[in-house]
């Protein structure tokens, strides 16, 4: 199975501060052939079910604000949110679908401090 | 409007056995694939497996391989997840989910409310 490593297991960012999320893959989600990386990203809140972000480690899902944006290789990712607001305290996840069984990271708490 | 629609919170006695539900509409049933994820407090989230209901050939995740089995009936557009005989470290959140493109296993861009299974003598 890949395995999905998140750091930090959580954090605490001020209001309209930048909040980094990384995430590292056992091994490489990057398909040569298309050239893309098979690397997703979600938001959960409280008592709500996850909210897929982007996807293609870098394409945002409609609606979804321009302050978040992903980034990576083929095994290092990184989710930045550029100026954190009070609506996006929430655990973050990143997956891969590279791969059956798709696998998750283990989560990011995301807190105002 | 994409909706996945689940079954309700469910008690049941280790041993007992259960079929929950997902109602899919709004989209074309049997050209997207249709999965199950587990989430626990301490294990995070899980996939489970997956079925693709125009076959309908089924996959699952080695950690659930033979523990669960995944269906569905395409003339009502409800895709299932049993147990024949449950425990307690089955007792967890699980949540229906349908992938972002039809005919692949990518990222799920719609999720289910979420069916509370608890488990427990």
């Known amino acids: 199975d890949v395995v999905m490593t998140q750091s930090p297991d959580s954090l605490a960012v001020s209001l309209g501060e930048r909040a980094t999320i990384n995430c590292k893959s056992s091994q490489s989600i990057l398909y040569m052939s298309n050239n893309k990386k098979y690397l997703s990203w979600y938001q959960q809140k409280p008592g709500q079910p996850p909210k897929l972000l982007i996807y293609w480690a870098s394409i945002r899902e409609s609606g979804v604000p321009d302050r978040f944006s992903g980034s990576g290789s083929g095994t290092d990712f990184t989710l930045t949110i550029s100026s954190l607001q009070a609506e996006d305290v929430a655990v973050y996840y990143c997956?891969?679908?590279?791969?059956?069984?798709?696998?998750f990271g283990g989560g990011t708490k995301v807190e105002i401090k | 409007e994409v909706k996945l629609v689940e079954s309700g919170a469910e008690v049941k006695k280790p041993g007992e056995s259960l079929k929950i539900s997902c109602k899919a509409s709004g989209y074309s049933f049997t050209n997207y694939w249709i999965g199950w994820v587990r989430q626990t407090p301490g294990k995070g989230l899980e996939w489970v497996g997956i079925?693709?209901?125009?076959?309908?050939?089924?996959r699952y995740s080695p950690s659930f391989q033979g523990q669960v089995t995944i269906s569905v009936d395409n003339s009502i557009t409800t895709a299932y997840l049993q147990w024949s005989s449950l425990k307690a470290s089955d007792t967890a959140m699980y949540y229906c989910?349908?992938?972002?493109?039809?005919?692949?296993?990518?990222?799920?861009?719609?999720w289910g409310q979420g069916t509370m299974v608890t488990v427990s003598s």
């Open positions: 989910v349908r992938p972002f493109l039809p005919d692949v296993i990518y990222a799920f861009d719609v």
């Open positions: 997956q891969q679908y590279y791969h059956t069984p798709l696998t």
């Open positions: 079925i693709y209901p125009g076959d309908p050939e089924t």
